[in-house]
């Protein structure tokens, strides 16, 4: 095998099937994976993706028509939304999840039924299940009022408590399901990295960061940075680290610990 045929296979374009059947497209199914794929990766606080032709083209090897083509049917169906902004002014992306799971749910739910018309009395058990099954997820859908912080906080995955974590100690105005979802996508990478730390190391971390005069602005990768510093320094007898400061030493910008007065 050659070297660089070994390379390319490296770099597969990820597509489920189910995907293309449900969407009825192949060059849709193909580019709304790619946006999938980008869409915890954009720096855009709403999710919006650049990406030119070529671009996608380059990675995906979907011609100019392709791409047009698949772009018509995805705003149509509603799974990909499209603005164009910037300068010079380009399309940008973004991908509507929860209506490609309302299209995909469909189309299972359809190759469902078509099961249950070749084998009568199994579909008739397997489709009363599964009813039931979807009217207890709606209900609980239904009952489950709590506002978007509280649901973050008690979700059943630790890096979403985190991001949960996050905006409480920093007063993030989470007040519905959109901004919620785009939060999380946006912090996931840096959510995931701080799993091994308790709640009280990251409570105390994003206290100390606070504190810190340098840092006007930092994000939930700021304190992934500081924590192991925090975090050993706490596992020690003596005063706590309260905040760091910034010096410089021989042209170079570094930071040290400011520990607390006893």
Not at 10 to 17: C, F, Q
Not at 136 to 154: A, F, G, Q, S
Not at 214 to 242: A, W
Request: net charge positive; proline share 3%.
């Amino acid at each position: 095998m050659s070297k660089i045929f070994s390379e390319l296979l490296k770099r597969p374009v990820a597509v489920h099937p189910t995907i293309i059947k449900a969407f009825g497209s192949v060059n849709l199914g193909i580019m709304w994976s790619q946006l999938y794929y980008w869409s915890d990766k954009t720096r855009n606080k709403e999710g919006w993706i650049h990406k030119t032709m070529k671009e996608m083209y380059n990675e995906t090897g979907l011609s100019r028509r392709e791409q047009e083509t698949a772009r018509r049917i995805g705003t149509k169906l509603g799974v990909i939304e499209t603005k164009r902004m910037g300068n010079p002014c380009t399309v940008n992306f973004r991908v509507n999840f929860d209506k490609a799971a309302e299209i995909i749910d469909k189309y299972l739910d359809q190759q469902q039924n078509e099961t249950n018309n070749i084998k009568l009395d199994l579909g008739k058990k397997v489709s009363e299940a599964a009813r039931k099954t979807m009217d207890n997820v709606n209900n609980k859908k239904e009952i489950d009022n709590r506002p978007p912080l509280e649901k973050m906080l008690t979700d059943k995955q630790r890096h979403i408590q985190i991001i949960g974590i996050w905006a409480r100690e920093t007063g993030m105005k989470i007040d519905s399901k959109e901004i919620m979802q785009s939060f999380i996508r946006r912090n996931l990478k840096a959510a995931s990295l701080l799993k091994g730390y308790s709640e009280d190391d990251i409570v105390e971390t994003i206290k100390v960061v606070k504190q810190t005069d340098y840092i006007k602005k930092f994000t939930l990768e700021t304190v992934g940075k500081f924590i192991d510093e925090v975090v050993k320094n706490h596992k020690k007898e003596g005063p706590r680290i309260i905040r760091f400061e910034a010096f410089e030493k021989n042209g170079m910008r570094y930071s040290r610990p400011i520990y607390e007065k006893i």
